[in-house]
């Protein structure tokens, strides 16, 4: 937390002493500390890690996310939420029985019809092979 807080006090000096140079304090009097072309020059060789949440927010920004976050909370655990859950859990498992039925389905007659494909391919052979000499040489002349 120090390293933090001693980060924040040299930013700030940073920042400040260039703002308030006096030969150039016009100029710069809306400048932040990011958009100090020494700053961005540092900063590219070596970045810094964001500051913590608690350190870049005021304090009553931060009572808002606190509120927001026991409320939601405490909605969450509302009876009729709770029911809610439970029903959506229902609806899920029964898709997923629903959609494991279907794909199951869609295998075995993909397998049903790579049997049928195969079969047809060996009956073509048999029925070639089962030809008369003669014939099959007359096939094979023509």
Known sequence: KQWYQR????????????????????????????????????????????????????????????????????????????????????KQAAATVIQSGWRGHKVRQRIADEDLNQRDVCNIYRMKSSLPDEEAEGEAAT
Do not use: C
């Open 7 to 90: 980060r924040v006090r040299v930013n700030w000096m940073v920042e400040y002493l260039y703002k308030n140079n006096p030969r150039y304090r016009v100029e710069r009097e809306n400048v932040e500390l990011l958009d100090i072309p020494f700053v961005q020059k540092i900063l590219s060789k070596r970045p810094q890690a964001p500051l913590p949440l608690h350190l870049r927010l005021t304090k009553s920004e931060a009572a808002t996310l606190i509120q927001a976050g026991v409320r939601g909370y405490m909605a969450r655990q509302a009876d009729q939420v709770q029911g809610f859950r439970e029903k959506i859990k229902r």
